[in-house]
């Protein structure tokens, strides 16, 4: 068992996403949580390793239509089903829209995940 080094709750939240690498769009994915300082993304590329910067773009539902949010982040780690990743920009704006995406996802989709880390203790 690993220790936790998150400073902030994840959030299970399924929000459509694209992986975007060299200013490209590399994958469309979906995310399984996302909090303040990051995201785990469900993606096939294992040509990405830990330690590239990428950005992701989330793509939230609004009434009629749908909200895209861009964060650069960083691979922290990568494995079967996917990548970890850790957000980079921390200015208000970033900060605000990673907010709304942890805060304020839809509540069909959005579930706290602390019975996970309770069982842990």
């Given at each position: 068992?690993?220790?936790?080094?998150?400073?902030?709750?994840?959030?299970?939240?399924?929000?459509?996403?694209?992986?975007?690498?060299?200013?490209?769009?590399?994958?469309?994915?979906?995310?399984?949580?996302?909090?303040?300082?990051?995201?785990?993304?469900?993606?096939?590329?294992?040509?990405?390793?830990?330690?590239?910067?990428?950005?992701?773009?989330?793509?939230?539902?609004?009434?009629?239509?749908?909200?895209?949010r861009r964060l650069p982040a960083v691979v922290m780690h990568r494995?079967?089903?996917?990548?970890?990743?850790?957000?980079?920009?921390?200015d208000q704006a970033a900060f605000r829209s990673i907010e709304e995406l942890v805060?304020?996802?839809?509540?069909?989709?959005?579930?706290?995940?602390?019975?996970?880390?309770?069982?842990?203790?």
């Amino acid at each position: 068992m690993t220790m936790e080094r998150r400073w902030s709750d994840r959030t299970h939240v399924t929000l459509e996403a694209v992986v975007v690498h060299q200013g490209l769009p590399v994958e469309r994915c979906r995310t399984r949580d996302i909090g303040l300082e990051g995201a785990f993304l469900h993606t096939r590329l294992p040509q990405i390793q830990k330690g590239t910067r990428v950005e992701v773009e989330f793509l939230v539902p609004r009434a009629g239509g749908t909200a895209r949010r861009r964060l650069p982040a960083v691979v922290m780690h990568r494995s079967d089903e996917g990548l970890g990743v850790m957000f980079l920009a921390f200015d208000q704006a970033a900060f605000r829209s990673i907010e709304e995406l942890v805060y304020h996802a839809p509540q069909a989709q959005a579930a706290p995940d602390r019975r996970a880390r309770q069982a842990l203790h």
